[in-house]
């Protein structure tokens, strides 16, 4: 692949055929033509959208005066919003809007809610009155909170027509039904992760130092320009993509699975097994060449089969064999759909268990941070900048798998594709969670004890000592999440690309959710005792985030687990041959792109 995504062109030489973009006439809609405009609006878009999550921590703590609790509890819902409206943008985008309108409609809400944001900092009636460092501050009112939660609400509506749908949106710029255009879309989860995290790195050292050191208004009005742009870019490129249209929502078609399967529930397989139905009529949307290649029917999940039984011709089939009503009897092809969503809980599941440690970060590891001394000389360091971190060990590692790791191993092995398998970047994901919390709680420990010897608020421990566990957390996203993420997508046919994005950034949410429970059940569980409470407050010398952080850890080792003795062997494509080895599974790209199967 070329090292410019942006720069891609139809020039591609052969001998890096690859990773390269496919050799397209410049009159041929799709390829990395396309995909180009494309990540330029995702790099845009997350530039906006992490320039505010990259501060927010900071934003609420020293603007609306919300202590620690507070600060998790607004963050994490707002970001489990943010990962939970992907599911309705989804939905409105199989079934009316079309990936291409939804992901426009999405940007236009995320810049209305960045302006917004950007207003509660330019007006100071909408803030309460500044507090640096006090334990007695006025909280702010309801007005205030209104103001907030709008902006906050418009930014998570955006999320849920931009996340669902930008993954999806690319993979359908490649001809997935070739080997060449598999192999491009297998490089293009990781430099999907790669473009706009390289994007982010360079912005938002300008944009958190201007929030942080000059102006809150201005740091605000930067993102909320560069989705401006992102739009602008969006629309410019319209004339490459390939757009396909709303072919209908398949949660509807899983809800009637479910309701026929009930209505069917007292059914037995042994006295009528002949009664199954394996008659899937034609699709009457799009021509032939468009229609995916039917799932075949499997053994797992067989309880859901009952959803296809015919109990009585005449009355549920009408004159060409079909469904007279799909509440009570449903296709095999979408009985297949739905055992291949529920197939890939388990490991969704295992991802929720990393999502959870990287959320530590956004939220306790930028208060540790506002809590050391980030003095360089005369230079003060913004506590976001930690963020800066992840995202570049996140970067380098990507860029070393894909251009030195995959040559050097392809040239050892002599064969084409020495990827590590999704069980290897899953573990590693997991291993590295546990490392990162491990790494926070002992840094947390000396932090504050320096800052109660030297009874200040900021401990003179330097904010460099807070580098590993960012580092770390950064190393789970680019082993745990990219891993589950291209599970998610290739594992599911073309047409449930955009419930994999859904799913995907669902578990973000369920992460989040559950980060705002555990925190309030360990707050109120450990400030009924004497001893210093684990969580509460602006100031973290006053409780024992340290030992929160081991509770991170143990949860994640548990999820370790978890993961090696139970959910592995859904990694495997649904073919009978389940196996947990190590390395066993095959590329998931060869078994399920495209509506595939072995």
């Known amino acids: 692949m070329s090292e410019e995504i942006s720069t891609t062109d139809a020039s591609t030489t052969e001998d890096n055929s690859a990773l390269a973009p496919p050799s397209r006439p410049e009159s041929t809609a799709g390829g ?3 995909v ?3 990540l330029g609006n995702e790099s845009f878009e997350k530039l906006a959208s992490m320039g505010l999550i990259g501060n927010l921590t900071l934003y609420l703590q020293s603007k609306y005066n919300m202590d620690g609790v507070l600060v998790v509890n607004v963050f994490s819902v707002w970001s489990g919003s943010s990962n939970l409206t992907p599911l309705l943008g989804a939905f409105l985008s199989d079934a009316y809007l079309g990936r291409f309108k939804t992901l426009l409609y999405g940007s236009i809400a995320s810049f209305l809610g960045m302006a917004t944001m950007t207003l509660t900092a330019w007006a100071p009636k909408l803030r309460p009155p500044n507090c640096p460092e006090g334990s007695d501050c006025q909280p702010p009112n309801g007005t205030q909170l209104t103001a907030l939660y709008i902006g906050l609400a418009l930014l998570a509506i955006g999320a849920g027509g931009i996340r669902p749908c930008n993954i999806a949106f690319g993979a359908d710029q490649f001809d997935t039904r070739t080997e060449k255009g598999r192999a491009l879309l297998a490089s293009f989860f990781n430099w999907w992760y790669f473009s706009f995290t390289v994007a982010l790195v360079v912005a938002l050292t300008v944009v958190v130092y201007v929030q942080t050191n000059i102006s809150w208004v201005i740091g605000f009005a930067i993102p909320t320009v560069c989705l401006f742009l992102s739009i602008s870019l969006f629309l410019v490129g319209k004339h490459t993509y390939i757009i396909k249209k709303p072919q209908g929502s398949i949660f509807v078609d899983m809800a009637k699975v479910v309701v026929a399967c009930c209505r069917k529930w ?8 002949e009664l199954l139905s394996l008659h899937d009529p034609p699709s009457t949307i799009g021509t032939e060449e468009d229609q995916e290649p039917k799932l075949p029917h499997t053994e797992r999940f067989k309880i859901l089969d009952k959803a296809a039984m015919v109990i009585d011709k005449s009355t549920e089939l009408d004159e060409f064999g079909r469904s007279v009503n799909q509440w009570r009897l449903c296709s095999v092809q979408q009985v297949e759909q739905l055992k291949l969503l529920v197939g890939v809980v388990p490991v969704w599941f295992t991802g929720i268990g990393c999502f959870i440690s990287m959320d530590q970060m956004s939220t306790l590891g930028i208060m540790q941070a506002i809590q050391c001394d980030h003095r360089v000389g005369n230079f003060e360091i913004p506590p976001a900048w930690m963020g800066l971190s992840s995202m570049i060990c996140l970067s380098i590692w990507i860029f070393i798998y894909e251009r030195i790791y995959l040559p050097i191993a392809k040239r050892k092995s002599k064969k084409e594709d020495k990827r590590m398998t999704m069980r290897q970047r ?3 994901g997991i291993v590295m969670a546990i490392l990162c919390m491990v790494v926070a709680a002992t840094v947390e ?7 109660l010897k030297h009874a200040s608020f900021v401990s003179p421990l330097s904010i460099f000592v807070l580098l590993p566990q960012f580092a770390l957390s950064g190393l789970t996203e ?4 990219i891993a589950v993420m291209e599970f998610l997508t290739t594992h599911l046919p073309e047409s449930m690309r955009t419930i994999a994005g859904a799913v995907f950034f669902l578990s973000l949410s369920v992460a989040s959710y559950l980060n705002t429970v555990l925190v309030n059940l360990i707050h109120h569980v450990t400030s009924g005792y004497g001893h210093r409470p684990w969580l509460g407050g602006r100031d ?3 409780v024992t985030i340290d030992n929160y952080y081991l509770l991170i ?11 090696n003795f139970f959910s592995c062997r859904y990694l495997k494509s649904p073919d009978g041959k389940v196996s947990c080895a190590l390395g066993d599974e095959e590329d998931g790209l060869t078994r399920r792109l495209g509506g595939e199967s072995t």
Request: glycine share 4%; no cysteine; proline share 2%.
């Open 426 to 428: 899953i573990n590693t």
């Open 32 to 34: 990395w033509r396309s």
């Open 445 to 451: 420990k000396k932090r504050r004890s320096l800052a």
């Open 540 to 542: 973290l010398n006053q």
């Open 36 to 38: 180009k405009y494309i």
């Open 553 to 563: 850890a143990g949860l994640a080792v548990v999820n370790l687990f978890y993961f």
């Open 478 to 481: 680019a082993f745990g999440a």
């Open 266 to 273: 007292n059914v037995s397989f042994d006295t009528a097994p």
